[in-house]
């Protein structure tokens, strides 16, 4: 590695590059640009871009001046509460820019902040307080009530709609270093109890750059947010858009239900970029009036979490035709490991599309059952190296074990893969050793 490239967390030494087929160009990103925390480099981002629009939801639209100093106010309410370092922090919150404010605020205080979806069952909510030992939940005065149950008067409450305006809106002095964790996401628990996947200062900015370069956004772009914060999807979403000065615009959840909204909310907001399931993109070509909609504007469309039946994507790209669409694979323990940009003259042949290659900034190698790497064209199992790769499972060292590979110590994405052609992983089945990965495609 040059001194220009990020440096690997230290549980993913180098393996030997002889190893691996080869994924493509490397990106070199700056150094400077991953070797800090994620306020670090908002901080950044709110000097060249103060007054330019970050958050955009139907009931407030903040700069990035506004939200920057909003999550000042956040951080030092927490550390007024707490102010020990490096501790989860719950933020029971809907989808909007209070959410975001308060996920800024907690990295702001250095501490981890762990997203919680209000609709969800109290026992969900319940078994992640227990996980985390969280001391702080922070929320608003809709969701107060519920927090207070959840606090049972052994948490303290900082509710964002109550912080005290006079209280100072500076950035706070304490600085997470890269390899600290920023974030934990629960999976479903739907095979189980809900398992923390904690992700780093550095695995959330090596995402974020990656895909601001790969997808060329700027500071003129309007990124959908259309999946819930505690969902992988959004961290494009908002710290993506956020490397470049870009404005996230939060699709309401009474929205994001009624695809013929969806589609007005698009042509009214003049998005530039759109990411989400391909569910909700195939109930937006059959119900969202797509073609009577003045969407010329969007650039890009992006889809991950799911199979794109082809024959819906085929007709997808008919109905937009000047609309590049990339498609985005990887469990929640890499963010996103591979993507595959869709040709505009997609085959007839009703087979998924590739899951593509590995992304720039990542390594990939594909092993037999015996961890030895397979030829050219053979099936596998997917091993994934690089900066986006989390820190770990939230006080599970037996999950840490079976998921880092003994080869490599890279993680390992639990998918049965071979290669179509050079440089190009179609998905074939899941190995499915560990069903706490579930797997974007």
Same mark, same amino acid.
């Given at each position: 590695?040059?001194?220009?490239?990020?440096?690997?967390?230290?549980?993913?030494?180098?393996?030997?590059?002889?190893?691996?087929?080869?994924?493509?160009?490397?990106?070199?990103?700056?150094?400077?640009?991953?070797?800090?925390?994620?306020?670090?480099?908002?901080?950044?981002?709110?000097?060249?871009?103060?007054?330019?629009?970050?958050?955009?939801?139907?009931?407030?639209?903040?700069?990035?001046?506004?939200?920057?100093?909003?999550?000042?106010?956040?951080?030092?309410?927490?550390?007024?509460?707490?102010?020990?370092?490096?501790?989860?922090?719950?933020?029971?919150?809907?989808?909007?820019?209070?959410?975001?404010?308060?996920?800024?605020?907690?990295?702001?205080?250095?501490?981890?902040?762990?997203?919680?979806?209000?609709?969800?069952?109290?026992?969900?909510?319940?078994?992640?307080?227990?996980?985390?030992?969280?001391?702080?939940?922070?929320?608003?005065?809709?969701?107060?009530?519920?927090?207070?149950?959840?606090?049972?008067?052994?948490?303290?409450?900082?509710?964002?709609?109550?912080?005290?305006?006079?209280?100072?809106?500076?950035?706070?002095?304490?600085?997470?270093?890269?390899?600290?964790?920023?974030?934990?996401?629960?999976?479903?628990?739907?095979?189980?109890?809900?398992?923390?996947?904690?992700?780093?200062?550095?695995?959330?900015?090596?995402?974020?750059?990656?895909?601001?370069?790969?997808?060329?956004?700027?500071?003129?772009?309007?990124?959908?947010?259309?999946?819930?914060?505690?969902?992988?999807?959004?961290?494009?979403?908002?710290?993506?858009?956020?490397?470049?000065?870009?404005?996230?615009?939060?699709?309401?959840?009474?929205?994001?239900?009624?695809?013929?909204?969806?589609?007005?909310?698009?042509?009214?907001?003049?998005?530039?970029?759109?990411?989400?399931?391909?569910?909700?993109?195939?109930? %937006?070509?059959?119900? *969202? &009036?797509?073609?009577?909609?003045?969407? /010329?504007?969007?650039?890009?469309? $992006?889809?991950? =979490?799911? #199979?794109?039946?082809?024959?819906?994507?085929?007709?997808?790209?008919?109905?937009?035709?000047?609309?590049?669409?990339?498609?985005?694979?990887?469990?929640?323990?890499?963010?996103?490991?591979?993507?595959?940009?869709?040709?505009?003259?997609?085959?007839?042949?009703?087979?998924?599309?590739?899951?593509?290659?590995?992304?720039?900034?990542?390594?990939? %190698?594909?092993?037999? *059952? &015996?961890?030895?790497?397979?030829?050219? /064209?053979?099936?596998?199992?997917? $091993?994934?190296? =690089?900066? #986006?790769?989390?820190?770990?499972?939230?006080?599970?060292?037996?999950?840490?074990?079976?998921?880092?590979?003994?080869?490599?110590?890279?993680?390992?994405?639990?998918?049965?893969?071979?290669?179509?052609?050079?440089?190009?992983?179609?998905?074939?089945?899941?190995?499915?050793?560990?069903?706490?990965?579930?797997?974007?495609?």
């Amino acid at each position: 590695m040059t001194d220009r490239v990020f440096k690997l967390p230290p549980k993913q030494e180098a393996i030997p590059a002889k190893c691996f087929h080869p994924s493509g160009t490397f990106v070199e990103f700056p150094k400077e640009e991953i070797e800090q925390s994620i306020p670090d480099r908002f901080e950044q981002i709110v000097a060249a871009h103060s007054g330019r629009l970050a958050v955009k939801t139907n009931r407030a639209e903040l700069t990035y001046e506004e939200l920057n100093r909003t999550a000042n106010r956040v951080a030092h309410a927490l550390l007024a509460r707490h102010e020990s370092v490096e501790e989860p922090v719950l933020l029971l919150l809907d989808n909007g820019a209070p959410m975001i404010a308060s996920i800024i605020g907690a990295l702001k205080a250095a501490k981890i902040y762990v997203p919680l979806d209000p609709s969800f069952p109290t026992l969900r909510h319940r078994e992640i307080l227990e996980d985390t030992a969280a001391g702080l939940i922070v929320t608003d005065s809709k969701n107060l009530s519920l927090a207070a149950e959840l606090a049972a008067g052994k948490l303290a409450l900082v509710n964002i709609d109550e912080l005290d305006r006079s209280a100072s809106d500076d950035n706070p002095r304490p600085r997470a270093a890269p390899d600290t964790p920023a974030y934990i996401l629960y999976t479903s628990g739907s095979t189980g109890t809900p398992k923390g996947i904690m992700h780093t200062h550095r695995s959330g900015l090596s995402f974020a750059v990656w895909a601001a370069e790969t997808y060329g956004l700027t500071a003129d772009d309007r990124v959908s947010n259309h999946a819930p914060l505690h969902f992988d999807l959004s961290t494009f979403d908002f710290f993506a858009a956020a490397q470049v000065g870009a404005t996230t615009v939060i699709v309401p959840e009474a929205i994001a239900k009624l695809p013929s909204d969806v589609g007005r909310l698009m042509e009214r907001e003049r998005l530039t970029v759109w990411y989400s399931v391909p569910f909700a993109l195939i109930q %937006l070509l059959e119900r *969202g &009036n797509l073609k009577s909609l003045d969407l /010329g504007l969007l650039r890009w469309i $992006l889809f991950a =979490g799911e #199979v794109f039946p082809t024959k819906h994507l085929r007709r997808l790209l008919a109905v937009l035709p000047h609309v590049r669409f990339s498609n985005l694979f990887g469990p929640t323990e890499t963010n996103v490991c591979t993507y595959y940009h869709v040709p505009t003259d997609l085959p007839t042949s009703e087979e998924p599309i590739p899951i593509g290659k590995p992304c720039g900034n990542i390594e990939s %190698l594909v092993v037999d *059952g &015996n961890e030895a790497p397979v030829a050219q /064209g053979e099936p596998g199992e997917l $091993l994934i190296r =690089g900066g #986006v790769v989390m820190c770990g499972y939230w006080g599970r060292p037996d999950l840490n074990e079976a998921a880092f590979s003994s080869l490599s110590v890279s993680i390992v994405i639990l998918l049965r893969v071979m290669r179509a052609h050079v440089g190009t992983l179609v998905n074939s089945s899941r190995a499915d050793r560990n069903s706490s990965m579930p797997a974007k495609r």
